[in-house]
């Protein structure tokens, strides 16, 4: 049997996916939200237990958390006051992924004019995080805190499908884990109950094609750094 060839809409979907860091305003019918998350849905979960629960921020509701979370930010003890509930990111950074993170976020300084010593610009930046990147819907996702790491890697599929869905209709998205120092803050402003644990955000909407930011294309490793075929 012949495998078939990726059908092209489904490679550019995929290939075109990006982190995008600012939005036009315009906005996205509740109609294509509804959409994309229903095509979402179809993702896999183990026994099919469907872990997310999707919070849909548009308007003033989104405008409302935003301010209050760049006002947490902008507090200098923000870090001491306001701590993350789980470990996204590893304690300790080794070779090689430490240096794809710092050629990452270099990459992206550079192109918005950053220098490495800039604290204050670093900060106004990172800051846009919690305004989404001014698109026009912000998501935030919840899981059961009965869920474990296997339903979290469900979640994960979840959320890849998203972005491709959002990427086949022409929309762009940007995953934010920088919400998750403040999960309380959050979990306030949107009355969740206590069950339920912040897993990320993300911002959804139309890509600002002339912003420097988003001239910013990461690079991926060749597959021989992280394939291995066992066939004898």
């Known amino acids: 049997m012949t495998a078939e060839p990726l059908p092209a809409a489904v490679a550019a979907?995929?290939?075109?996916?990006?982190?995008?860091r600012r939005f036009?305003?315009?906005?996205?019918?509740?109609?294509?939200?509804?959409?994309?998350l229903g095509v979402a849905a179809r993702?896999?979960?183990?026994?099919?237990?469907?872990?997310?629960?999707?919070?849909?921020?548009?308007?003033?509701?989104?405008?409302?958390?935003?301010?209050?979370?760049?006002?947490?930010?902008?507090?200098?003890?923000?870090?001491?006051?306001?701590?993350?509930?789980?470990?996204?990111?590893?304690?300790?950074?080794?070779?090689?992924y430490v240096e794809r993170r710092r050629k990452v976020g270099w990459d992206l300084y550079r192109?918005?004019?950053?220098?490495?010593?800039?604290?204050?610009?670093?900060?106004?930046?990172?800051r846009r995080n919690f305004a989404f990147f001014d698109a026009p819907v912000g998501l935030i996702f919840t899981i059961d805190r009965v869920f474990n790491q296997g339903s979290w890697l469900d979640y994960g599929m979840f959320l890849q499908t998203l972005?491709?869905?959002?990427?086949?209709?022409?929309?762009d998205t940007c995953a934010q884990a920088a919400f998750c120092r403040f999960h309380r803050l959050i979990a306030d402003e949107l009355e969740l109950p206590a069950s339920q644990q912040l897993v990320c955000g993300m911002a959804l909407g139309w890509a600002?094609?002339?912003?420097?930011?988003?001239?910013?294309?990461?690079?991926?490793?060749?597959?021989?750094?992280?394939v291995r075929f066992a066939d004898d």
Request: glycine share 4%; aromatic share 6%.
């Open 13 to 20: 979907a995929i290939s075109t996916r990006r982190s995008v």
């Open 24 to 36: 036009r305003p315009d906005p996205v019918p509740r109609a294509v939200v509804e959409e994309l």
């Open 43 to 96: 993702a896999p979960s183990g026994t099919n237990v469907q872990p997310w629960r999707v919070h849909v921020l548009l308007g003033a509701a989104r405008q409302r958390l935003a301010a209050r979370l760049q006002a947490a930010y902008d507090d200098p003890a923000h870090e001491a006051v306001h701590v993350a509930d789980y470990a996204y990111y590893p304690t300790e950074w080794v070779s090689p």
């Open 111 to 126: 192109l918005l004019g950053i220098g490495r010593d800039d604290k204050a610009a670093m900060h106004q930046q990172h």
């Open 163 to 171: 972005m491709i869905a959002a990427r086949a209709r022409g929309l």
């Open 208 to 226: 600002d094609e002339l912003a420097p930011e988003n001239a910013l294309r990461t690079e991926r490793v060749a597959l021989d750094d992280f």
